[in-house]
């Protein structure tokens, strides 16, 4: 099977062309309808790229800030991210912690900041085809909670900082949403303390898939064309206005936002 490449100018042009075409050409696996062997390519140059914006798609902006402080904090504990969603309860291999913790496997899980080794490595050499991200580690045990990330890989190409990102499994509705701003926000922090901008942003996906309960009868080739055409901004996001230097992160503006925020949640738990 032969490699499908999407390239639009957005994440939410590319996002709403793939959604239409797995509604119209995706084959029935499972309670799925799923693509295989697809590549999204769009531009990753200001803090609005990675984040839809279309109306098709509400996502909730208050989950994304609740999930990208859990990222960015380094915690893999089920405590700091229930309580802006119950479902990692339900996926967690010891109901304590959790395998799909990016930000804690990028951090600290094999000792080292990933995210250093990468500004350190293209920092050394512009040219490396080294700089990754790991995401995936082997396991020889069942799980209910399998990262759906493998990688990142990051190259500076025309003075440009390009992120890679390669997936075993995306679920287009409940998954990429949030995944990807996550990983445009990393690219861009690294642009910023290399010194160079920030640009192409590709992820492939073994598989994509919608999950039949998530699919409206209404969702005709028709009306997805309409939604590409009505793409819309939401205004409650703009603390992405302003994207640190990775090494300015914990004393951002955005980093403050996102702590005050999680913290509010968790004072109206008690």
């Not at 250093?116 to 396991?139: E, G, M, W």
């Amino acid at each position: 099977m032969n490699n499908t490449t999407i390239s639009r100018q957005t994440f939410d042009d590319a996002y709403l062309s793939l959604f239409r075409m797995i509604l119209m050409y995706g084959d029935k696996v499972g309670d799925t309808r799923e693509l295989r062997n697809i590549t999204l390519n769009f531009l990753n140059t200001n803090a609005w790229d990675g984040i839809l914006m279309n109306s098709f798609r509400a996502m909730s902006p208050k989950y994304l800030m609740g999930e990208m402080y859990w990222y960015l904090s380094g915690s893999n504990l089920l405590k700091d991210i229930k309580p802006h969603a119950k479902f990692w309860e339900k996926i967690s291999d010891d109901g304590e912690t959790s395998n799909s913790a990016y930000g804690y496997i990028m951090l600290k899980k094999f000792g080292y900041d990933q995210i250093q080794y990468v500004i350190d490595t293209l920092k050394n050499d512009s040219a490396s085809r080294q700089a990754c991200i790991h995401i995936k580690v082997p396991s020889d045990k069942p799980t209910k909670d399998m990262n759906c990330t493998y990688a990142l890989q990051f190259m500076i190409r025309n003075n440009k900082l390009e992120c890679y990102t390669y997936m075993r499994s995306t679920d287009m509705w409940l998954g990429i949403v949030y995944d990807v701003p996550f990983f445009c926000l990393i690219q861009q922090m690294i642009a910023k303390e290399l010194g160079v901008a920030s640009g192409r942003y590709s992820h492939t996906m073994a598989s994509c898939h919608i999950y039949d309960r998530d699919i409206q009868d209404e969702w005709d080739d028709t009306y997805m064309t309409k939604e590409i055409e009505k793409l819309k901004k939401k205004s409650d996001l703009k603390l992405w206005h302003e994207v640190p230097k990775y090494s300015d992160l914990k004393e951002s503006n955005l980093f403050k936002t996102l702590k005050l925020y999680h913290e509010e949640v968790l004072n109206n738990e008690k």
